[in-house]
């Protein structure tokens, strides 16, 4: 792996979706819009105080999980990776390539999903917003890492929406959105302090209402990065150079 290759894929990545409007209004609109809904529908209540922070969780994974996986799939089913192992281009090069060129739009779709939260939605920050920023970006690395791992397994798009309710589902139902975790049957607590998506929507919400300190949310985000880092290596060992 070199980063001169790496670099290329990622210039290659980032033109490409530059061509692409759809895509591109998925990335950075979209997940601001769905908590611009989210923020309407409890526009009379104080809920939106409560969940605001998981919101900036929510979208932003699941849409950086869906298009990247998606995205890095077609490069498989069209031939185009096929084409590019055999010139000297690494399994390496090609996922950490994809994950820096969704890494760098992630950063940007935070930006503005964070944004219209606090600024537009008044979702109030107890905390320091450069630290839910930072939380939120890694909460988009994430759904990343997974939808490159994801794609790395799938054959088909249908097979990679089929990886939404065994890698995004059960996060979303046990991360302490619809119910507090301590409150969920001592088995599913359990499980739900292994899943990466728990980890973010507790930091969002400690630095959202400044109860907890830096050291804590520097765990919390230790634990994420694992996370992104274990997704794009397995990824990177499981990748197939085209699709049967």
């Known amino acids: 792996m070199t980063l001169s290759r790496t670099f290329a894929t990622t210039g290659r990545v980032l033109t490409q979706i530059r061509h692409d409007p759809r895509t591109i209004g998925l990335l950075l609109v979209v997940p601001s819009l769905l908590i611009g809904l989210v923020a309407w529908i409890f526009t009379d209540t104080d809920l939106f105080a409560d969940i605001g922070p998981a919101m900036i969780a929510l979208f932003p994974f699941i849409v950086m999980f869906l298009v990247?996986?998606?995205?890095?799939?077609?490069?498989?089913?069209?031939?185009?990776?096929?084409?590019?192992?055999?010139?000297?281009?690494?399994?390496?090069?090609?996922?950490?390539?994809?994950?820096?060129?969704?890494?760098?739009?992630?950063?940007?779709?935070?930006?503005?999903?964070?944004?219209?939260?606090?600024?537009?939605?008044?979702?109030?920050?107890?905390?320091?917003?450069?630290?839910?920023?930072?939380?939120?970006?890694?909460?988009?690395?994430?759904?990343?890492?997974?939808?490159?791992?994801?794609?790395?397994?799938?054959?088909?798009?249908?097979?990679?929406?089929?990886?939404?309710?065994?890698?995004?589902?059960?996060?979303?139902?046990?991360?302490?959105?619809?119910?507090?975790?301590?409150?969920?049957?001592?088995?599913?607590?359990?499980?739900?302090?292994?899943?990466?998506?728990s980890f973010a929507i507790d930091a969002l919400r400690a630095v959202a209402d400044d109860s907890k300190d830096a050291e804590w949310i520097a765990a919390k985000l230790l634990v994420i990065g694992a996370w992104i880092i274990g997704s794009i290596v397995l990824g990177s060992i499981t990748l197939r150079r085209r699709t049967p």
């Open 68 to 197: 990247t996986s998606i995205a890095t799939l077609r490069e498989r089913r069209n031939g185009t990776l096929e084409r590019l192992f055999s010139m000297p281009l690494g399994k390496g090069d090609f996922i950490l390539g994809y994950a820096l060129a969704f890494g760098l739009l992630a950063i940007f779709q935070t930006a503005i999903a964070v944004s219209f939260a606090v600024w537009v939605c008044g979702l109030e920050i107890e905390g320091t917003i450069w630290l839910l920023f930072a939380v939120a970006v890694a909460d988009a690395l994430l759904g990343t890492a997974l939808g490159l791992l994801a794609s790395a397994f799938a054959r088909s798009e249908f097979q990679v929406v089929q990886f939404l309710p065994l890698l995004v589902f059960p996060q979303i139902l046990l991360g302490g959105i619809f119910i507090p975790r301590d409150q969920l049957p001592e088995a599913l607590e359990a499980i739900s302090e292994w899943l990466p998506l």
